[in-house]
């Protein structure tokens, strides 16, 4: 990954040298235009042409190569960064730092060198002159060399700049973003403005050559008048240059002066206070410098008028004013397009980086005055061209036309420069509309610069992402809270589940022994009435046993067979007596082992007449005051514990008991299959006492009684209970004082039968 990044910026770098090239091509013949071609032309004029033929050629050759071997040199610590970057060796501190301050110097090394060059060859021709030259000649072709050399060393400096800037971030990638911006900034401003005052003083030389007819006189005099005017002028200009950008020089004096934070606060105010000052920069200091320019010139113009009339015609003065004019107005817009590219990247960061409220930044001069602003200025520079080029005089040849080319092409440049302006940010906000649209919303929109409208849609764009972004962060953050708590809710809910299965088993296991001892207590009950249940026939057995011994011995005396044969009878009369006592006793027995099952595992058919029949059998000592009706389907089953049932019996039968108690009364019981439904309902009913409204909802509850210590536990309903529940069946009661008790119970038919044996298994 770091590998890649690395290449990404080595890749573009090579482009860079044939771009020096180019742009060293571009600037000397610039150079020579602008600066070399006024020189000879002064030359010409005062009769010193071949010196300047023969000097100029190698002067310029010789100072061409000087400079860029110079240019080669001061450039050099920036190569040896670069090879070693490719390279892949590390870099030492002093190396980058070298490297940092060549890509500095260069530029305005290259051009201060450019400029005094270019200062070294009117001395020279001045030098080597063969005629005499006066003092006025001498100090206007210096004066208008200065003016010129300087405007195309500054624009030399910012077309460098430019260049190499294109190699910063690759070598030193710490000073990326808008601490680069940041280096000498307000030297560009100051470069921009001397730049366009330069070549509009080239521009307005060459409309006065071109279209009015004015003695060179006059020209070095209105071009030696600007120097004092400017002389002047210029601290103004500088001053006001200071006060305009002290909110930028404060911001960054704020947020960069501490390398390696995480940087400046999104509120910060002095980011809006910068805002307002960048976007108002390059019309206050464009305009003040046309206010200077036309001042100076026309106060030129009339002091050479002044001087040198009536060489120097009003038309012509007249003419060169309204030249001034055109050229001022063209000069003013440039240099606002200039200064406003320049100060892009500064407005960038501020909108990018910085919280600024539309209402505060709003720009005084909207969109259509500026729109209106320029194609009027442009219109009228193209007028004045016109009008200019039709007010030539006829001697001045090719050059009108020509000059009037040099003006349509200077407004064709300043419209498509403006289209690119406006065109820029729209082409921007419609790309970043497609992303936003599929939905990539980490990307900022950059604002377009000024808070124009264009710039208050990019700005309202970006609050618009924002929101959009911080929206869909605030679900998505929403959902990973909302399923982390759900989470920890159902492991939480997991846990308490386990807690209450491990409960549940617990009751399970607690309720098992409950219903294993209250069998136990019961059974001790019942054995004292069933001793005595079974004392009867056995009783019975053996009194009859002595009589049949007896009987039998006398059938063996018997004297006759009539004798014998009736006591045989009496004999078969006592076996019966035996014989009904024996199956009684064996009856009861049947009915206890039943009773007594140990604990079942496996649900079986239990046929329900026979729990009833066994349940009756055992508690028939008790029962014995009680008329029993019985309706059961013989066929009745369900599926279940047969010795659960059982229990549920017995108790019922016994709280039955219970209730009438000695005053007797009628114990009903029905089983059957339920129509419709397959279910199996078994009711036990009696018509004792009944039971109190205030205590039946309590009568299933565990320990509650309101019988005496001895009689009941308390135990017997809820056990009836836990074992209905765990057949999977239901209970009821209907109960009330005076009208008797009913319980009603119902079991899923034996239509499940097979499934829950095999379940059982
Ligand atoms: P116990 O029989 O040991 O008291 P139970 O849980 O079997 O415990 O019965 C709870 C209470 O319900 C009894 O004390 C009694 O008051 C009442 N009860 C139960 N069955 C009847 C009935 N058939 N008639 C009147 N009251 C009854």
Not at 171 to 200: H, K, M
Not at 460 to 488: P, Q
């Amino acid at each position: 990954m770091a590998a890649t990044q690395d290449l990404a910026p080595i890749s573009r770098a090579p482009r860079v040298l044939p771009r020096l090239l180019a742009l060293e091509a571009g600037l000397t013949i610039g150079e020579l235009v602008i600066v070399g071609m006024p020189i000879y032309l002064w030359a010409a004029a005062v009769g010193e042409a071949p010196v300047a033929r023969r000097a100029a050629v190698p002067l310029a050759v010789a100072l061409w190569l000087a400079t860029a071997c110079r240019l080669w040199d001061v450039l050099r610590p920036v190569a040896t960064l670069l090879a070693a970057k490719r390279a892949r060796l590390p870099v030492s501190a002093a190396e980058a730092d070298a490297g940092q301050r060549a890509l500095w110097r260069a530029p305005r090394e290259s051009a201060v060198l450019r400029f005094v060059a270019w200062l070294l060859l009117p001395a020279l021709i001045l030098a080597f002159r063969r005629g005499a030259v006066t003092p006025l000649a001498v100090a206007g072709v210096l004066g208008v060399t200065a003016f010129h050399a300087a405007a195309v060393a500054c624009v030399r400096s910012l077309c460098l700049d430019r260049v190499l800037g294109d190699f910063t971030p690759e070598i030193l990638p710490n000073l990326a973003g808008i601490r680069v911006f940041a280096r000498g900034w307000r030297a560009r401003v100051v470069e921009v403005a001397v730049a366009t005052f330069g070549l509009s003083h080239a521009l307005l030389a060459s409309l006065a050559l071109a279209f009015v007819e004015m003695p060179p006189r006059a020209l070095a005099i209105v071009s030696l008048v600007l120097w004092p005017a400017l002389a002047i002028t210029a601290p103004f200009w500088f001053r006001s240059l200071l006060r305009r950008t002290r909110p930028i020089a404060d911001y960054f004096d704020a947020t960069l002066g501490s390398a390696g934070t995480r940087g400046p606060a999104r509120e910060e105010p002095r980011a809006v206070v910068a805002f307002v000052a960048a976007q108002a920069l390059p019309y206050r200091m464009a305009g003040y410098q046309a206010f200077i320019l036309a001042t100076a010139g026309v106060l030129a113009v009339a002091v050479a008028r002044r001087v040198v009339a009536p060489d120097f015609e009003a038309s012509s003065a007249a003419r060169l004013v309204a030249g001034l004019a055109a050229v001022v107005v063209a000069g003013c817009l440039y240099e606002v397009l200039v200064l406003r590219a320049m100060l892009g990247p500064l407005m960038r960061h501020l909108g990018s980086r910085h919280h600024l409220p539309v209402h505060d930044i709003r720009a005084g001069v909207g969109l259509q005055a500026k729109l209106v602003a320029v194609f009027v200025g442009a219109s009228g520079v193209t007028a004045g061209f016109v009008a200019l080029y039709h007010a030539a005089p006829d001697a001045a040849g090719a050059a009108p036309a020509g000059m009037l080319l040099c003006g349509l092409a200077l407004v064709i440049g300043l419209v498509v420069l403006i289209a690119r302006a406006l065109v820029g940010p729209i082409k921007v906000l419609e790309s970043r509309s497609d992303e936003m649209a599929r939905g990539e919303l980490a990307r900022p929109v950059p604002p377009s610069g000024e808070a124009d409208e264009i710039g208050r849609l990019s700005i309202a764009f970006e609050g618009m992402r924002r929101s959009l972004r911080d929206r869909l962060r605030s679900t998505e953050s929403i959902n990973v809270d909302l399923e982390r708590e759900v989470r920890r809710r159902t492991e939480a809910l997991e846990r308490r589940n386990q807690d209450l299965r491990e409960a549940l088993d617990k009751l399970r296991r607690a309720q098992d022994d409950l219903v294993r001892s209250e069998k136990l207590a019961s059974m001790g009950r019942l054995v004292a009435g069933i001793a005595h249940e079974i004392n009867n026939p056995i009783n019975a057995v053996i009194n009859s046993l002595g009589p049949v011994a007896e009987a039998l011995h006398g059938i063996a005396v018997a004297p006759t067979l009539t004798d014998a044969v009736e006591r045989a009878r009496g004999v078969e009369e006592m076996l019966r007596v035996v014989e009904r006592g024996a199956g009684r006793t064996k009856s009861i027995v049947q009915a206890l082992h039943n009773y007594s099952r140990g604990d079942e595992t496996v649900e079986r058919d239990v046929n329900l007449a026979r729990s009833i029949d066994d349940s009756l059998d055992l508690l028939r000592h008790r029962l014995r005051d009680v008329r029993i009706e019985k309706d059961v389907d013989p066929t009745a089953h369900i599926l279940g514990f047969p010795g659960q049932i059982d229990q549920v019996l017995m108790n019922l039968f016994t709280n039955a008991a219970q209730a009438l108690g000695s005053r007797g009364g009628t114990i009903r019981v029905t089983a059957h299959f339920r129509d419709g439904d397959g279910e199996v309902e078994l009711s036990v009913s009696d018509d004792g006492p009944g039971i109190p409204a205030e205590i039946l909802p309590r009568i299933f509850d565990p320990f509650f009684t309101t019988k005496d210590v001895g009689e009941g536990a308390g135990l017997g309903l809820s056990i009836v209970h836990g074992i209905i529940d765990r057949h999977r069946g239901h209970i009821d009661v209907d109960s009330a004082p005076g009208r008797g008790t009913t319980f009603r119970l119902r079991f899923p038919g034996p239509g499940n039968l097979g499934t829950v044996v095999a379940r059982g298994a």
